[in-house]
């Protein structure tokens, strides 16, 4: 019984990993693109094409220029989907593994607005005592 849970939890974490692999346009052929949620064979022999006539995408205002049928909302979906160009998400975050979620990730706090500027018992900054 052990075992069989052991490979199902294997298996799904193999395939998690599969599901969201990083696919630069500039590097990638065509089975690559095809991998990537939304691109097709059509589409990524456009892509390919339009490589192959004016060079390495520039970002990705030049991705969607030279692809045709590629607007925000797709390149957004496709960006979701793994599909980077030179490395950067369609928000420009740069190609790294996603932060974790849930109760194990870190909180950034944020520091209060008067934080450095104490103040004395009736809430009034205090000039004799040094900020801390």
Request: aromatic share 4%; no cysteine; glycine share 10%.
């Amino acid at each position: 019984m052990i075992k069989k849970l052991m490979l199902a939890v294997a298996t799904l974490v193999a395939s998690m990993g599969f599901a969201f692999a990083q696919v630069d346009v500039n590097k990638a052929d065509a089975a690559a693109l095809d991998s990537v949620k939304g691109v097709g064979p059509a589409m990524s022999k456009t892509i390919i094409d339009a490589r192959t006539k004016g060079g390495d995408f520039k970002d990705w205002a030049d991705f969607q220029k030279r692809v045709k049928g590629v607007g925000d909302k797709r390149a957004a979906q496709l960006s979701k989907a793994g599909l980077q160009v030179g490395g950067q998400s369609k928000e420009g975050a740069p190609m790294a593994a996603a932060a974790p979620k849930g109760e194990g990730a870190a909180k950034v706090a944020k520091p209060a607005k008067d934080a450095a500027k104490p103040a004395d018992a009736k809430g009034k900054p205090d000039a004799a005592k040094p900020a801390a």
